[in-house]
């Protein structure tokens, strides 16, 4: 209050206005209708997917929260199983779904076993398209688009494996990919250097552009933000929902005969980063790139191939998601 | 009919049979032939390395990183280690690319077919009249590492280990196990083995002995299969020990800890105890199976399906002539080969000195042709020469002449006034 705000062509306001308090409103609002967030795991089975997912949220969000013991046989085909959650932190209520994928790379024969992924994707799409296309729309579209995959990467300490590259290949167009490293405690510090080269190396020379993708990037702020989070990726994670007494501190680990690995110590593992990074400073924009970029190809797709729809309004504005 | 176990009355001697044994076969060496079977990654190079205290698979040895197969190939490799007088001969058979395309069926079609050809090479070697040379390169052992998922065997586990069992000895490892903590493990193996018998599958049985303490350790193995181990070569100092291990930054996983992996168990069983075990049961079981299938097929039909070169049908002089024949062809195959190769050789000479001789021609007339040329050039000057000579000689003349004019017409001039 009381601070000379300059407007737009130079102008100076004779008077405090409150245009400022549009964040503080759109904050109530927000917290109000709440957070929708769809996130995917794929990889395949013991790469610690679920444990994983439960660490991310600190909660048991994941399809095998009852115990790791499992009793359900690998299935024959890719399945698509999705569980949802509502969680509340400091009044903001966020739904979070997550889809899970078993059954992916586990046979023997493994061919197109990213088909039932893709599928799902774009039922989701399409989902979404159907309600935006309607006549009379519904004032908040659920939205269940995938925003966010996150690919498993086995810790052979070699390079990625085929399947790895078919199915980054073939996804990194419809939704956004962030590989990581499972079960980053089979490796130590110099193997996993080594092997997070390699790893990326690959993606550049296959041209896999995973999340953050560089044509995404706004400014140049974003830029070399982003440019030092690609540098770190792919993120050597561990999971664990346990936790033990290390110097007087609680602290989620897993414990060995010759240590504790502690989960949230960056010396130990990345899973701290990845958290930071999914949820503390890219949220919202996993969420937009997956609207306005990877929805948009869809849509544009549809609408070329299949005249069926009819037209719609030239209202580019979509705001009632986010 | 039971034969009473006495006590000679006197030394006889034949106590010191077992030193005799030793001797001699520690004189004639032993051979061993390990298979490792695996995905890519799973250490099992690295393992090998840290079993036999060897450089095996060297930095340079190119990983998986370099080699871009497509289909799963064998490779075997052999090593001689010596220790305390005794010499081992030992062949590590890799396979590599095993389980680690997106289409893996039939990837254990080729191990399948090693070690069915390996024991075909044995059963003709067995199967000669001249047998003083037999080297047994039969697979006796095959190490089958798992991934630690943590959760249970995969489908290609299971149906490799269902396809092997009755060819090989199969012992499942659990690798990379210091991803595992203790509890993971305890269940993980309870786990595999509920599953490798629900499948029936037969891995390695240790045999029972007589001796009840040897059982107790027996049993304690046995408990604690399938092994879960470590491998590494690099030496880390723990609480001033040196210890093979792997750093990280929580602690030092120890190769050798019985605590925090089996790596001394698998040792101690495959090295140190069992090796000849092993190789008594793939030669009495897995190689008499073979055996008995492959005859039998043979008798059957009656008429020789097969490739093999003895056949059993046919009387040892048969045998012999057969074998004789097949000598005197293959001599006269080399000979002939030798001979193909002789006048290549000759042809190759003949040709070479032709060429030298064409090149000494054709440089014998460009050096007359240069002598000419030269010679014809020193003509020309000295034509060009005799010309100056001549034009000069006739300069000199005329000069001569005009010397004796003029002096001649001076002295008439002279004469005229003296006239006066």
């Known amino acids: 209050i009381g601070n000379p705000v300059v407007g737009c062509g130079g102008s100076t306001l004779l008077g405090y206005i409150g245009i400022d308090t549009i964040i503080e409103q759109m904050r109530k609002k927000t917290m109000k209708t709440g957070f929708e967030f769809n996130i995917m795991v794929v990889g395949h089975s013991g790469l610690g997917k679920s444990t994983l997912v439960n660490t991310l949220f600190k909660s048991q969000v994941s399809r095998k929260s009852a115990g790791w013991a499992r009793d359900e046989k690998i299935p024959k085909t890719v399945e698509i199983k999705s569980v949802s959650h509502v969680i509340e932190e400091g009044g903001v209520k966020m739904k979070l779904t997550v889809v899970d994928t078993p059954g992916f790379g586990d046979q023997i024969n493994n061919d197109n076993c990213w088909e039932p992924i893709s599928k799902y994707i774009n039922e989701q799409f399409e989902k979404f398209l ?193 | 009919i039971f034969c009473l176990l006495e006590y000679c009355t006197g030394y006889v001697g034949f106590a010191n049979l077992p030193n005799q044994v030793y001797r001699k076969s520690v004189k004639r060496g032993f051979e061993f032939t390990l298979m490792v079977v695996g995905e890519s990654g799973l250490g099992k190079s690295t393992l090998i390395n840290s079993l036999f205290l060897t450089d095996l698979y060297s930095k340079d040895y190119p990983g998986p990183s370099q080699r871009i197969k497509k289909t799963v190939q064998v490779e075997q490799s052999k090593v001689l280690i010596k220790e305390g007088g005794v010499q081992l001969t030992l062949t590590i058979v890799d396979t590599p690319g095993f389980g680690d395309a997106v289409d893996n069926s039939n990837c254990w079609q080729p191990v399948i077919n090693y070690i069915d050809s390996k024991c075909e090479d044995f059963l003709n070697a067995e199967s000669r ?102 491998g590494s070569n690099v030496v880390i100092e723990v609480n001033g020990k040196k210890v093979r291990g792997r750093q990280y930054p929580w602690g030092v996983a120890e190769v050798e800890n019985g605590e925090h992996c089996d790596f001394t168990v698998l040792r101690n069983m495959l090295i140190r105890t069992h090796m000849q075990d092993l190789k008594d049961v793939t030669n009495n079981v897995h190689y008499e199976n073979y055996r008995s299938k492959k005859l039998a097929a043979v008798t059957c039909n009656g008429v020789d399906t ?109 004469s005229q006034y003296l006239a006066f």
């Open chain 2, 306 to 414: 097969t490739k093999t070169k003895g056949q059993l049908t046919k009387s040892p002089l048969a045998q012999m002539e057969e074998e004789r024949r097949e000598h005197v062809m293959k001599m006269k195959k080399m000979e002939a080969e030798m001979e193909q190769v002789f006048e290549m050789k000759v042809k190759e000479k003949k040709q070479k000195l032709k060429d030298s001789e064409a090149e000494l021609e054709r440089r014998h007339e460009q050096m007359k042709r240069n002598l000419e040329a030269q010679y014809k050039d020193l003509e020309e000057k000295r034509r060009v020469f005799e010309d100056e000579k001549n034009n000069w000689e006739a300069q000199q003349r005329i000069l001569e002449q005009q010397k004796l004019d003029a002096s001649k017409s001076v002295n008439k001039s002279v």
């Open chain 2, 129 to 230: 009249v001249n047998r003083r040379s037999m080297p047994d390169n039969r697979v006796h052992c095959c190490l089958y590492f798992i991934a630690p998922s943590g959760h249970g065997l995969k489908p290609l586990d299971i149906e490799f280990m269902k396809r092997l069992h009755d060819k090989v000895n199969v012992i499942p490892l659990i690798a990379k196990a210091d991803t595992l903590t203790p509890e993971e493990c305890q269940l993980f193996k309870k786990q595999i083995m509920k599953e490798i018998q629900e499948h029936k599958i037969k891995i390695y049985e240790f045999p029972d002995t007589e001796d009840d303490e040897d059982n107790k350790l027996i049993r304690k193995i046995k408990e604690k299969m399938p092994l879960a181990v470590v």
């Open chain 1, 130 to 322: 159907k309600e935006e296309v309607n006549i009379t729309r519904k004032k908040r579209i659920p939205d269940t688009r995938v925003h966010c995959c996150i690919y498993f990467i086995s810790p052979t300490g070699h390079t990625l494996r085929q399947l790895d590259m078919e199915f980054m290949k073939r996804l990194s167009h419809s939704v956004n990919i962030i590989p990581v490293i499972a079960k980053a405690d089979t490796m130590t510090i110099e193997e996993r250097q080594e092997f997070k080269q390699r790893v990326r190396k690959e993606l550049e020379m296959s041209g896999i552009e995973f999340y953050p993708q560089k044509e995404f990037d706004d400014d140049m702020e974003d830029k070399s933000d982003n440019d030092k989070i690609r540098e770190t990726m792919p993120f050597a994670v561990v999971g664990s929902d346990k936790e033990y007494q290390v110097n007087n501190k609680r602290v989620l680990g897993r414990k060995t005969a010759w240590g504790i690995v502690e989960v949230e110590n960056p010396n130990h593992c990345e899973f701290a980063q990845l958290r930071d990074f999914l949820i503390r400073s890219h949220l919202q924009d996993l969420k937009e790139v997956t609207h306005n970029i990877h929805y948009e190809t869809y849509r544009a797709k549809r609408l070329n191939d299949n005249g069926g729809l009819h037209p719609i309004s030239t209202n580019g504005t979509h705001d009632s998601n986010l």
